[in-house]
């Protein structure tokens, strides 16, 4: 890129991000490169100098009911105690899916963590999230779960043998795992967690928890000096240390930093609530994974609240209700997966249920119950993460969300356990994907129009976050080009808004902008017809001046199914549900249409690779086959496009 481009593309960043963000991130180049980070964050156990009155935990988090949980999470707990046994032989499941070697150290000589900010020192692994992973400590809270059920010493043993290791090797603010400072918050939170539960095991002696009180101070310590890092982001980072902040703070609550961590970790909670969630409840990322993790983060601070003898603000509360519906409204109830929106990196804080980390059931009901007042599911083994933070399983009458409040999200139910939704945001912060009129079709838990989700981050190319673009989302892609201009691997400018229309009763619509430059206006109808069928009517109008004759291309993403293309640009899909029919058509269109299906980056019909296409990823560095069927054609706009979906009944 040429410096004047460089230039102009930082301008614009800065432009559109607002001068809050962009003077915050530029707060932080400055701390990192003129010194002062590393001088406010030593690489020294600065508070093993302190008595040890200092660091004497307060044990404040009540462990649940043994016999009420047990029989709650009966169904699941074999497959908690199969997990740890896997974790004690040294492997763990990374971003809930691949099992991988439980890697606590890194790097041989880890240097001090700004080193690597400023690129002074680098790392051997291509993608920092694998480093990240097992140094969130969620296999850690998998063994304390595995010992409070057995009460086996071994889980014990693991926790502190591996809790050696991960010190030894990541002395404080050193190495990646000390980069980032969310990160060092998420691992002090289940550190503190895992305290608890093992506090009694004959392998926590003394000692051990000693050394761990010293090292949860020097964590909390780590993260006020770059909260301007965490302010610049506008997202999870923040909600995160404020957080790890107040954790500590009431875990040693006689440290002399503890007021501060308190008072500044309260603060700034309440500040990211009030900035990060819109009214209707969507949170500021855009993401069903990430929309989780704040769920959870909040619902970890309900518990230390709770400890204080605090409530949360109103205007904090009625924002968590509203993010606590607008995730119960998109939970399929009879798998209890969502729709895979925006970026997924495989959060799971905190998994202190039993179930699968797809499952989203648990925290959809233990939020309901902690901001809703009501249980959004009837009782089930997703009570059990409500046990666990103390909030009553009380017999209730589970409530479904009315049609009016699931048109106004744009989502619509039919009579056959079958939902979709259409997906149209109005952007106040940075978007995570172009993915503006995507629908969503589920039927009978199973997800027949989906997400292709994220893959990863960090990669070599194509694979550098590349299902971010438009063009493997279940929306229409004009002359090749993404709805907005993308100016990094997380950074789109020129953001596409969404203008939703008044829903009617069988149906929602909206319209997207992100093509007024190349002359066109995406508008879009889904509409349920009779039991399984779905009815979607794309339509490409001139957006002003003489129209210019534009390819489009209508993507569809489905599960890697038999297939069979019919006559009329109709694909027969064999389901495990039974056959389903997917047609598409273009009235009034006289002119030549192709239809072509990929698997894997390659057409199953002429042999043309397009690596990014054919895919969908569950969670984080997990790809699995799918197929894109794709519609394209070249017309002056007006253009109708109109899929059916017919799913068994």
């Given at each position: 890129?040429?410096?004047?481009?460089?230039?102009?593309?930082?301008?614009?960043?800065?432009?559109?991000?607002?001068?809050?963000?962009?003077?915050?991130?530029?707060?932080?180049?400055?701390?990192?490169?003129?010194?002062?980070?590393?001088?406010?964050?030593?690489?020294?156990?600065?508070?093993?100098?302190?008595?040890?009155?200092?660091?004497?935990?307060?044990?404040?988090?009540?462990?649940?009911?043994?016999?009420?949980?047990?029989?709650?999470?009966?169904?699941?707990?074999?497959?908690?105690?199969?997990?740890?046994?896997?974790?004690?032989?040294?492997?763990?499941?990374?971003?809930?899916?691949?099992?991988?070697?439980?890697?606590?150290?890194?790097?041989?000589?880890?240097?001090?963590?700004?080193?690597?900010?400023?690129?002074?020192?680098?790392?051997?692994?291509?993608?920092?999230?694998?480093?990240?992973?097992?140094a969130r400590f969620n296999w850690a809270v998998a063994l304390a779960k595995a010992y409070f059920f057995s009460s086996d010493n071994k889980y014990a043993q693991a926790f502190w043998q591996n809790y050696a290791c991960f010190r030894q090797a990541n002395p404080v603010n050193q190495g990646l795992n000390w980069t980032s400072s969310q990160e060092v918050a998420l691992r002090?939170?289940?550190?503190?967690?895992?305290?608890?539960?093992?506090?009694?095991?004959?392998?926590?002696?003394?000692?051990?928890?000693?050394?761990?009180?010293?090292?949860?101070?020097?964590?909390?310590?780590?993260?006020?000096?770059?909260?301007?890092?965490?302010?610049a982001q506008h997202n999870n980072h923040l909600l995160s240390e404020a957080v790890g902040l107040v954790t500590a703070a009431l875990f040693l609550p006689a440290h002399p930093d503890s007021p501060q961590w308190r008072k500044l970790g309260l603060r700034l909670f309440n500040e990211g609530v009030r900035a990060q969630v819109a009214d209707d409840g969507t949170y500021v990322q855009h993401s069903t994974n990430y929309h989780r993790l704040f769920l959870m983060v909040s619902l970890w601070m309900q518990v230390l609240l709770e400890k204080e003898h605090l409530i949360f603000e109103d205007a904090v509360l009625n924002r968590l209700a509203a993010a606590a519906q607008w995730l119960a409204l998109r939970l399929d109830r009879t798998s209890g997966r969502v729709p895979n929106l925006g970026h997924n990196d495989g959060s799971n804080f905190l998994p202190f249920s039993c179930l699968d980390f797809q499952d989203y059931r648990p925290v959809v009901q233990a939020a309901a119950r902690a901001y809703l007042a009501r249980p959004a599911l009837p009782p089930g083994p997703w009570d059990d993460l409500c046990l666990w933070l103390d909030l009553p399983v009380i017999p209730q009458k589970s409530e479904l969300f009315p049609p009016e409040a699931q048109r106004s999200q744009l989502i619509l139910t039919d009579n056959s356990q079958g939902w979709a939704s259409l997906r149209a945001a109005a952007f106040t912060s940075r978007p995570a994907h172009a993915d503006q009129l995507h629908v969503e079709i589920w039927h009978r838990g199973v997800n027949f129009a989906m997400d292709a989700g994220t893959f990863q981050y960090n990669a070599p190319p194509p694979w550098e976050?590349?299902?971010?673009?438009?063009?493997?989302?279940?929306?229409?892609?004009?002359?090749?080009?993404?709805?907005?201009?993308?100016?990094?691997?997380?950074?789109?400018?020129?953001?596409?808004?969404?203008?939703?229309?008044?829903?009617?009763?069988?149906?929602?619509?909206?319209?997207?902008?992100?093509?007024?430059?190349?002359?066109?206006?995406?508008?879009?109808?889904?509409?349920?017809?009779?039991?399984?069928?779905?009815?979607?009517?794309?339509?490409?109008?001139?957006?002003?001046?003489?129209?210019?004759?534009?390819?489009?291309?209508?993507?569809?993403?489905?599960?890697?199914?038999?297939?069979?293309?019919?006559?009329?640009?109709?694909?027969?899909?064999?389901?495990?549900?039974?056959?389903?029919?997917?047609?598409?058509?273009?009235?009034?269109?006289a002119g030549p249409a192709l239809i072509d299906v990929f698997r894997c980056g390659e057409s199953q019909l002429t042999g043309q690779q397009n690596s990014c296409l054919g895919w969908v990823s569950p969670t984080y560095g997990l790809k699995l086959p799918a197929l894109s069927i794709q519609f394209t054609l070249n017309a002056l706009p007006p253009i109708q496009i109109r899929t059916q979906f017919l799913l068994p009944v």
């Open positions: 890129m040429k410096p004047f481009d460089r230039i102009s593309l930082r301008l614009k960043t800065a432009s559109q991000l607002g001068f809050r963000q962009s003077f915050n991130f530029l707060q932080y180049q400055l701390g990192l490169r003129s010194g002062f980070f590393a001088l406010r964050t030593p690489a020294l156990e600065i508070n093993a100098l302190l008595n040890e009155d200092c660091l004497k935990p307060n044990w404040f988090f009540a462990l649940p009911e043994m016999s009420l949980l047990s029989r709650v999470a009966a169904p699941g707990i074999p497959a908690c105690l199969s997990e740890a046994d896997r974790i004690l032989e040294g492997q763990m499941p990374y971003f809930g899916g691949e099992w991988r070697p439980l890697t606590l150290a890194p790097e041989k000589d880890p240097q001090h963590w700004t080193h690597y900010e400023r690129g002074s020192a680098h790392a051997n692994l291509k993608d920092i999230k694998y480093a990240w992973e097992p002090l939170i289940a550190l503190v967690v895992c305290a608890h539960v093992f506090r009694d095991a004959p392998a926590s002696t003394p000692e051990n928890l000693s050394a761990l009180s010293i090292n949860i101070a020097d964590h909390a310590g780590r993260i006020p000096p770059t909260i301007c890092y965490a302010r976050n590349a299902l971010a673009a438009t063009a493997v989302h279940n929306t229409i892609t004009i002359n090749g080009r993404d709805q907005m201009t993308r100016a990094g691997k997380f950074l789109w400018l020129d953001w596409a808004q969404a203008q939703v229309e008044s829903p009617a009763l069988d149906s929602v619509a909206a319209l997207h902008f992100g093509y007024r430059n190349l002359g066109v206006i995406h508008r879009r109808r889904l509409q349920k017809r009779r039991a399984a069928e779905w009815l979607i009517t794309d339509e490409l109008l001139p957006a002003g001046g003489a129209p210019r004759e534009v390819k489009a291309v209508l993507n569809w993403l489905v599960p890697d199914w038999p297939f069979e293309i019919m006559q009329d640009h109709c694909v027969a899909l064999r389901s495990p549900l039974g056959p389903a029919l997917l047609t598409i058509a273009a009235p009034g269109y």
